[in-house]
């Protein structure tokens, strides 16, 4: 059995480690649903996973350095920017006050993590 502990900052950061702090996750996405359980409407925020600016020449380095990093990440791979989508609309990135209305809601239907130091690939 694996206890959780959750760190939640005010500027959205949210993850979640591990007893011993060995694994991370870091919550990139919340599915917001109003209503009840017949009917209802669906929200969610989400940030953008950064890949690192890839040299568009054959002489790529082999090691990734400070300069592949985003300045918008804190090295998880993830966007410390948030944005909303309902329905047609796409809103973001938003501000602290919004982060806490709209991802640390008691709204908050589906939570989605991704263990830190995991590469995201999409083949």
């Not at 502990?5 to 011993?20: L, T």
């Not at 990135?93 to 709209?102: C, G, K, N, R, Y």
């Not at 908050?108 to 999409?122: E, S, V």
Request: glycine share 8%; net charge negative; hydrophobic share 25%.
């Amino acid at each position: 059995e694996v206890e959780e502990e959750s760190a939640v900052a005010p500027s959205g950061e949210s993850s979640i480690a591990s007893e011993g702090g060995s694994t991370v996750y870091d919550l990139f996405a919340v599915c917001n649903h109003y209503g009840r359980m017949g009917f209802g409407h669906y929200t969610a925020a989400a940030r953008d996973w950064e890949t690192p600016n890839k040299s568009s020449n054959s002489s790529s380095k082999s090691k990734s350095s400070k300069e592949d990093v985003p300045n918008n990440t804190n090295n998880t791979g993830l966007s410390k920017e948030w944005f909303s989508y309902d329905d047609n609309d796409v809103s973001g990135p938003l501000s602290p006050e919004d982060v806490e209305a709209e991802v640390h809601s008691r709204n908050a239907y589906i939570l989605f993590y991704r263990q830190r130091g995991c590469p995201a690939t999409m083949d």
